[in-house]
């Protein structure tokens, strides 16, 4: 079965830092890109960032937005995608999920990428 | 304040066709393809269509989408019960070089 299992989601004091985890199955993750989104309560998605497979360098980016407080890595012997998140805000309290990227082609040509696979979401809570 | 505007809300009753609107700009919606999800309550969003009008299997045919200029539509027919959820657009920003969502949809089927 196709899935993503997000984990680590926790309440965390304002200024504190946290590490969630992405563990995926049934598909081929070693040459995926992974992307970061979350929602807080009652509002809309937001993108965080996203990180390449090893052919393209696990290049990472990011929304400009977060201002460098989080960063996306992987261990593909693990099968399981991260995001650290430093300099924790009230703010940054939301469910995050990650999510693969499938890739497509306009009638141009260009790539882009839509995001087919979801996990379940992990809840982070930044409050005193 | 998103780069992207969507109608907060729509309401439509069971078999009538509902559309939702995406209005960007053309530095993202001008410019680049548009998706779409849809998340039914305390769920994970679900694609449910690429590339401006593609469905992705296993997606119903009464969901379709469109793109002229700056703005790009999701029509759903023969609306159900089970569309009610909210739905939402995204693409990509040349100017902000990153992804951007519209703020969402609620639909709700009467």
Known sequence: EVQLVESGGA????????????????????????????????????????????????????????????????????????????????????????????????????????????????????SS | QSLVTQPPSASGTPGQRVTISCSGSSSNIGSNTVNWYHQLPGTAPRLLIYNDNQRPSGVPDRFSGSKSGTSASLAISGLQSEDEADYYCATWDDSLNGRVFGGGTKLTVL
């Open chain 1, 11 to 126: 309440l965390v004091q304002p200024g504190g830092s946290l590490k969630l985890s992405c563990a995926a199955s049934g598909f081929n993750f070693t040459v995926s890109t992974m992307q970061w989104v979350r929602q807080a309560s009652g509002k809309g998605l937001e993108w965080i960032g996203r990180i390449r497979s090893k052919v393209d360098n696990y290049a990472t980016a990011y929304s400009a937005s977060l201002k460098g407080k989080f960063t996306i890595s992987r261990d593909d012997s693990e099968n399981t995608a991260y995001l650290q998140m430093n300099s924790l805000e009230t703010e940054d309290t939301a469910v995050y999920y990650c999510t693969r990227s499938m890739f497509y082609h306009d009638s141009y040509g260009y790539r882009y990428d839509a995001f087919d696979i979801w996990g379940q979401g992990t809840t982070v809570t930044v």
